[in-house]
Each structure stands twice: as C-alpha cells, then as structure tokens.
C-alpha cells in the first residue's frame, strides 16, 4: 500500500492525523481518538521506510539519514529525552 492510499482514506474518514509505524496498521486520528485506517496488514520495515521517502526530498532523506544515525549512537537515556524535545538544531 502507497502512502498516498492512506491519505486517501484519511481524508475521505475525517481524519487529521495519519500514524504508521514498524508492526502496526496504519492508524489515523478521527475526533481525537485513534483508530485503525486499515486492516489490510500491518506494516513492515520495508513499507515504513518507502512510505517515509516517497514523501521525502532528497535533501530530507539525507537529512532524516544522518539524523537516524546519530540517534542510534546515543545512549538509550539521551534518545528517550530526544523523543520528547526532538534532536537540536544544527
């Protein structure tokens, strides 16, 4: 499934937020509370990941790249900090 099929039905249900996360359906947001967008299947790496860049410019991927990177090298107390204030400016 395509991004852009997710936003589809997203906008034809009301929806203001789409979720997709590795191991889950695609949830969206309707009248604040979240629910499943589809059952169709739920997603794996691979769909994130192409989902992810096909939204993306180059520069944003190179960008979330390097980002992702210096992620993974902190230690997992400073990443649960940065899930909640984001990664700093460079």
């Known amino acids: ?3 852009n099929d997710l936003l ?3 906008v034809e249900r009301g929806a203001s ?3 997709i996360k ?3 359906y695609p949830m969206i947001r309707i ?3 979240l629910e499943p967008g589809t059952v169709e299947k739920r997603l794996d790496h691979e769909d994130v990941v192409a989902m992810s860049t096909s939204i993306m410019s180059t520069q944003q ?3 979330f790249k390097e980002n992702f990177q210096r992620w993974q090298n902190m230690p ?3 990443r649960d900090a940065l899930r909640t204030r984001g990664l700093p400016a460079n």
């Open 76 to 78: 997992p107390d400073e």
């Open 17 to 19: 937020d789409l979720h």
């Open 61 to 63: 991927r190179e960008k």
């Open 31 to 33: 009248g604040g509370a």
């Open 22 to 24: 590795v191991g889950s």
């Open 8 to 10: 589809k039905i997203a």
């Open 1 to 3: 499934m395509h991004v």
